[in-house]
């Protein structure tokens, strides 16, 4: 049995008269396009408007990440048989707390 991810290069250019995919299709296309490694570095949180929003969760990812923005773009319009993504937004938050938010850590405000 075909995995979901697998079939969808071959499904969306059937499916021209859909006007927008929801985000769980972007996950699954995010994920058989950009391959394992940065798959797991990284989620697709939204698609609005022609944006997807990616996590990145380290920041060489994110940097790397922005340098191929082009081609990640391109890559995933193929896949879907039609222009329908305009930009991917990548967003990293350091999870690692920040100096001043220990130093405040059993602090009263």
């Given at each position: 049995m075909q995995h979901i991810a697998q079939m969808l290069p071959t499904l969306l250019p059937?499916?021209?008269h859909i006007p927008a995919l929801?985000?769980?299709v972007w996950r699954a296309l995010w994920t058989a396009n950009v391959g394992s490694a940065m798959s797991?570095?990284?989620s697709v949180s939204r698609y609005e408007k022609g944006v997807l929003?990616?996590?990145v969760d380290?920041?060489?990812w994110h940097q790397q990440l922005l340098r191929m923005r082009q081609d990640l773009i391109?890559?995933?319009n193929r896949a879907?048989?039609?222009?329908?993504l305009m930009d991917v937004e990548f967003i990293y938050r350091d999870t690692e707390p920040s100096q001043s938010e220990i130093?405040?850590?059993g602090r009263c405000t």
């Open positions: 059937r499916l021209r929801n985000t769980s797991a570095h990284t929003i990616v996590q380290h920041l060489a391109s890559a995933l879907c048989g039609r222009t329908v130093s405040n850590v």
